[in-house]
T-cell receptor, first 109, second 116 residues
């Protein structure tokens, strides 16, 4: 099964752009790359998903290089409310969806 | 919300007793998942289901069993609870744009289980 690697933690300030990168080992050619956000005492919340190149929604952008061995979640102009743990979905096997270790983002005023 | 509930929301039980957690969905999704999350840690997949009576193991399935007799319910059973199973348990359903091909999951509110 594929595994993912992402930084344990990151700090930022309000108004800055934050980029969180995830390395994907042995991702299958037909697997999606997916990111989640989790606040304390809540279940994870789906943020964005893509297959290749760039995907953008109202919350974030997802950049995927041609080799698909990594992905970068980009959060534009973060606010205090973006303080959370961000997970890239790893160990893809179509059905068996396993979360990575997560990146704890702390946004300061 | 995605129409997914978990029961009970909180439970305290003693070591050695059986415990069953219930996940209920109203969305008619084929895939359902059980994860556990320990303090300060990420989510670990316990079991998942890809249809009625169709289940498979995840990363940490020892000590757990599951059943899915109908689409809307996915049960997680701890046959003989141990203190190491104290955790928050999340259920998730899968499906979004593109339905079953998507890795978009919707999570329930979680069940906080304490085994004393």
């Amino acid at each position: 099964l594929a595994k993912t690697t992402q930084p344990i933690s990151m700090d930022s300030y309000e108004g800055q752009e934050v980029n969180i990168t995830c390395s994907h080992n042995n991702i299958a050619t037909n697997d999606y790359i997916t990111w989640y956000q989790q606040f304390p005492s809540q279940g994870p919340r789906f943020i964005i998903q893509g297959y290749k190149t760039k995907v953008t929604n109202e919350v974030a952008s997802l950049f995927i290089p041609a080799d698909r061995k990594s992905s970068t979640l980009s959060l534009p102009r973060v606010s205090l409310s973006d303080t959370a743990v961000y997970y890239c979905l790893g160990s893809y096997n179509t059905d068996k969806l396993i979360f990575g270790t997560g990146t704890r983002l702390q946004v300061f005023p | 919300d995605a129409g997914i509930t978990q029961s009970p929301r909180h439970k305290v039980t003693e070591t050695g007793t059986p415990v069953t957690l219930r996940c209920h969905q109203t969305e008619n999704h084929r895939y359902m998942y059980w994860y556990r999350q320990d303090p300060g840690h990420g989510l670990r997949l316990i079991h998942y289901s890809y249809g009625v009576k169709d289940t498979d193991k995840g990363e940490v399935s020892d000590g757990y069993s599951v059943s899915r007799s109908k689409t809307e319910d996915f049960l997680l059973t701890l046959e003989s609870a141990t203190s190491s199973q104290t955790s928050v348990y999340f259920c998730a359903i899968r499906g979004g744009a593109g339905s079953e091909l998507s890795y978009e999951q919707y999570f329930g509110p979680g069940t906080r289980l304490t085994v004393t």
